[in-house]
């Protein structure tokens, strides 16, 4: 047992080390990659200290960084699973606090400023925390799954949930059920081949299918087109043409016309109902003929277009910027702050200023 243990750690670690190593070289400025990468490291550090003969293992400071490595992958598990499908991810409060939290808690815990706090229950904090970070994920990918519009992605997000997470929510449930020290052989094999068999699906997916659209992090801008064959759509046959263009009329109706983007509990199940058409045609219409890889950017786009409007008009100057944004259809002034500078690089108020002193309501000021 004992050597495939070895084999089944070392065949795991190599697969995530080469994995984060060829993405580094080949996609370096991709900011999924960028999230990888901790995770990878992470899970090396986890494989290289789980199994249950002592004689396997590292010792010194390469097990306590193997320690500190290893304590950190719900962290970075967390971040990653939110990253990987949301092409606008940046970490926000929450997972912030819950870091200063965790990592602080970790090392303690791990005796990395003595053994004062062993026995302390610090372990049982941290399984707490990781239970809530299980929770978050599990509820963010489901509820944002919807309006997904990358098909891959959409089928992708249950396996996910299942795998990754299974795997973490099953080591945080066994330790709060059988305690920290119940770690048969069976059960870190098991662990271990699981790892290397989703080390071997990433670099799959990643590597011999499709790294550009899995891992891209900048989802295009792009405007509603007159017609299909400006949107830059696959080939299709006369009869997809002629559907596809009766579509993106409706589509221009509903955007241009009737703005229902400005209704800002509107859902995509609510969208393609307005649309009269499947779900998975409405889906990939937006994708694979506007660019979008997802319904909520799609429809911000529509409502910053408003608000910018609005913003340089000299007839609105006084307007309150609160009242911009919920005209726009966004539902909260600090997720409107946020999308507005993210799209433009400057805050409302600056580019309402701008705008005014440019003198050119119908231009977009220059950042």
């Known amino acids: 047992m004992l050597t495939i243990d070895i084999l089944v750690r070392v065949a795991a ?7 984060a190593i060829r993405l580094l070289s080949t996609a370096p400025r991709k900011r999924l990659v960028r999230w990888f990468v901790p995770l990878a490291l992470s899970v090396i550090g986890f494989l290289a200290g789980n199994t249950v003969h002592t004689g396997a293992t590292f010792s010194g400071f390469a097990a306590d960084l193997a320690g500190v490595l290893s304590g950190s992958v719900a962290l970075f598990l967390w971040w990653f699973c939110l990253a990987y499908f949301d092409d606008t991810y940046r970490a926000g409060y929450v ?18 400023f003595g053994d004062g706090f062993a026995g302390v229950g610090l372990s049982w904090a941290l399984v707490a925390l ?7 994920v599990v509820v963010r990918l489901l509820r944002d799954r919807e309006g997904d519009l990358v098909e891959a992605r959409r089928r992708g997000r249950l396996w996910v949930v299942a795998a990754l997470l299974g795997l ?44 550009d659209r899995l891992a891209d992090a900048t989802p295009r801008q792009a405007s509603l087109p007159a017609a299909p ?25 509903l955007m241009e016309v009737e703005r229902v983007h400005r209704d800002p509990a509107l859902t995509f199940a609510g969208f393609a109902a307005r649309m009269g058409a499947p779900e998975p045609d ?18 911000n786009h529509y409502r910053l277009k408003d608000a910018k409007a609005a913003l340089a ?55």
């Not at 670690?13 to 994995?19: F, H, I, N, V």
């Not at 606090?97 to 815990?109: E, I, K, R």
């Not at 003929?289 to 909520?296: A, Q």
């Not at 690089?345 to 200023?353: D, I, K, Q, T």
Request: contains cysteine; hydrophobic residues 50%.
């Open 13 to 19: 670690a190599t697969l995530w080390l080469l994995l």
């Open 168 to 211: 973490l929510l099953v080591d945080l449930l066994v330790d709060l059920a059988l305690g920290f020290e119940w770690k048969p052989w069976e059960f870190t094999l098991a662990q271990n081949a699981t790892l290397l068999m989703l080390g071997g699906h990433l670099t799959f997916r990643w590597l011999a299918v499709d790294l």
């Open 95 to 112: 997972e912030v606090v819950v870091a200063l939290l965790w990592l602080p808690l970790m090392l303690l815990d791990r005796g990395w």
């Open 282 to 299: 409405v889906r990939r219409l937006i994708n694979q003929h506007l660019g979008w890889r997802h319904f909520r950017p799609f429809l």
């Open 130 to 136: 990781g239970l809530g970070i299980c929770v978050h």
């Open 229 to 253: 064959e400006r949107a830059g759509s696959p080939a299709a046959g006369p009869e997809g043409t002629r559907g596809d263009e009766v579509l993106l009329q409706r589509l221009t109706t």
């Open 313 to 367: 008009d000299p007839e609105q100057a006084q307007r309150k910027i609160l009242a911009v944004a919920f005209d726009a259809g966004f539902a909260s002034l600090p997720s409107f702050n946020r999308s507005f500078r993210e799209a433009e690089g400057l805050s409302p108020g600056e580019y309402r200023a701008r705008a005014l002193a440019a003198g050119h309501p119908s231009e977009p000021p220059k950042p």
